[in-house]
């Protein structure tokens, strides 16, 4: 199914949108309960192209077999932001997989460095600039915990 879109600041483009077929109810977005992922950007083009075609948001919601709330939500996003999706909230990681990777290996290899040494050490195999309280952070997040031996 297409649409075409007659509004003058948009010109005369023609958006497809396919609605979507039998799904299972494993599959379908309105059948699931709980807390579901975050739709992709190729499930929120057809949405913000049917708005922009002046599809009300049921006729959206009925083609492509998404949730009226969830229509409306993108819809709303898209006119405070200009996009339909926002960057992720918070700082990004120091360590990628590959240098937690690697500091745990370090670690159980020989656990008795200093977080001093495990930080100088990665920073001459992986390039990574990182403080001794960080190791120690990123240390007890993975489940390392250094402790003083108790005196007998």
Same mark, same amino acid.
């Given at each position: 199914m297409w649409f075409?879109?007659?509004?003058?600041?948009?010109?005369?483009?023609v958006?497809?949108?396919?609605?979507?077929?039998? $799904?299972?109810?494993?599959?379908?977005?309105?059948?699931?309960m709980g807390r579901s992922q975050e739709l992709s950007d190729s499930k929120r083009g057809p949405v913000i192209?049917?708005?922009?075609?002046?599809?009300?948001?049921?006729?959206?919601?009925?083609?492509?077999?998404?949730?009226?709330s969830t229509v409306s939500g993108i819809i709303t996003k898209w006119k405070q932001l200009g996009t339909a999706t926002q960057p992720p909230s918070g700082r990004p990681r120091h360590l990628t997989g590959r240098g937690q990777r690697m500091l745990k290996r370090t670690v159980r290899t020989s656990h008795q460095l200093s977080a001093e040494s495990i930080a100088k050490d990665l920073q001459t195999w992986c390039g990574? $600039?990182?403080?001794?309280?960080?190791?120690?952070?990123?240390?007890?997040?993975?489940?390392?915990?250094?402790?003083?031996?108790?005196?007998?």
């Open positions: 075409r879109c007659s509004n003058p600041l948009h010109g005369h483009r958006y497809t949108i396919k609605p979507l077929g039998k $799904q299972t109810a494993s599959t379908n977005i309105g059948e699931r192209g049917g708005h922009l075609c002046n599809k009300s948001i049921c006729n959206i919601s009925w083609l492509l077999n998404i949730p009226h990574l $600039q990182m403080s001794p309280t960080t190791v120690c952070r990123e240390l007890h997040g993975m489940g390392f915990h250094g402790r003083a031996a108790a005196s007998k």
